[in-house]
T-cell receptor, first 111, second 114 residues
C-alpha cells in the first residue's frame, strides 16, 4: 500500500461547482499535512496546511480525519483558474520536513 | 513569484557530461531540499540539508552529488547520468527541518539526458 494515496482523476467540473478531493495516508504516526497545487510543468505551490480542527481559506476548506486517516480539500465556486493538479503531502518522519506526496488529483474546470 | 531561484531552467546533457544545478534562497531558511519529479508522478525526496549539513540521503545514486556551500545556496552536481534520470529537479527550502515547517519550491530545472 502506498504511503499517501489520491484518486488521480481527472475531475471535470463546470465553473461554479463545488468539488472535493480526498487523500488517504497509511502511517498513523503522520503529524503534518498539506495541500499543494501544481500547474503543468511548474513547481508545487503550497495551498494550505491542514489542521486537526479543519481550516478555511476563502473558497478552500481542508479537513483532517485522524481516525480514518484521510485529509480532504473542498473547493467551492470553482473557477477556470483552479484547473491544476492538487497534491496532498504528509510528513511521516519525526525529525525532518520529509514530505511524502500523493500522486495528485487532476482538476479541470470547464465553462 | 517563488523566492527560491533555480538555474538553469532547462538542461540537456549527454551521459558523459558533468553539469551542476543551482538553487538559491534569501529567506533565511536553514533547511534545503532536492526533489526529483518524473512526468505524471509526485515529487520524490532526494536530499535534505539542515544548517548546511546533509541530514537525509534517500539512497540516491552517487552520480548525483549535493553540495551546500552556505545557508543560501544548494547545488546538485551531475555526472555520468542515465537517460532515466531525465526529470524535473526541484529545490525547496523551509525555515527549519522540523516536521511542521512549510516547504517552498523553486520553479525547477527540466533535465534531459541523451
Amino acid at each position: 500500500r502506498k504511503e499517501v494515496e489520491q484518486d488521480p482523476g481527472p475531475f471535470n467540473v463546470p465553473e461554479g461547482a463545488t468539488v472535493a478531493f480526498n487523500c488517504t495516508y497509511s502511517n498513523s504516526a503522520s503529524q503534518s499535512f498539506f495541500w499543494y497545487r501544481q500547474d503543468c510543468r511548474k513547481e508545487p505551490k503550497l495551498l494550505m496546511s491542514v489542521y486537526s480542527s479543519g481550516n478555511e481559506d476563502g473558497r478552500f476548506t481542508a479537513q483532517l480525519n485522524r481516525a480514518s486517516q484521510y485529509i480532504s480539500l473542498l473547493i467551492r465556486d470553482s473557477k477556470l483558474s483552479d484547473s491544476a493538479t492538487y497534491l496532498c503531502a504528509v510528513t511521516v518522519d519525526g525529525t525532518a520536513s520529509k514530505l511524502t506526496f500523493g500522486t495528485g488529483t487532476r482538476l479541470q474546470v470547464t465553462l | 513569484d517563488t523566492e527560491v531561484t533555480q538555474t538553469p531552467k532547462h538542461l540537456v546533457m549527454g551521459m558523459t557530461n558533468k553539469k551542476s544545478l543551482k538553487c538559491e534562497q534569501h529567506m533565511g531558511h536553514r533547511a534545503m531540499y532536492w526533489y526529483k519529479q518524473k512526468a505524471k508522478k509526485p515529487p520524490e525526496l532526494m536530499f535534505v540539508y539542515s544548517y548546511e549539513k546533509l541530514s537525509i540521503n534517500e539512497s540516491v545514486p552517487s552520480r548525483f552529488s549535493p553540495e551546500c556551500p552556505n545557508s543560501s545556496l544548494l547545488n546538485l552536481h551531475l555526472h555520468a547520468l542515465q537517460p532515466e534520470d531525465s526529470a524535473l529537479y526541484l529545490c525547496a527550502s523551509s525555515r527549519s527541518d522540523r516536521r511542521n515547517e512549510k516547504l517552498f519550491f523553486g520553479s525547477g530545472t527540466q533535465l534531459s539526458v541523451l
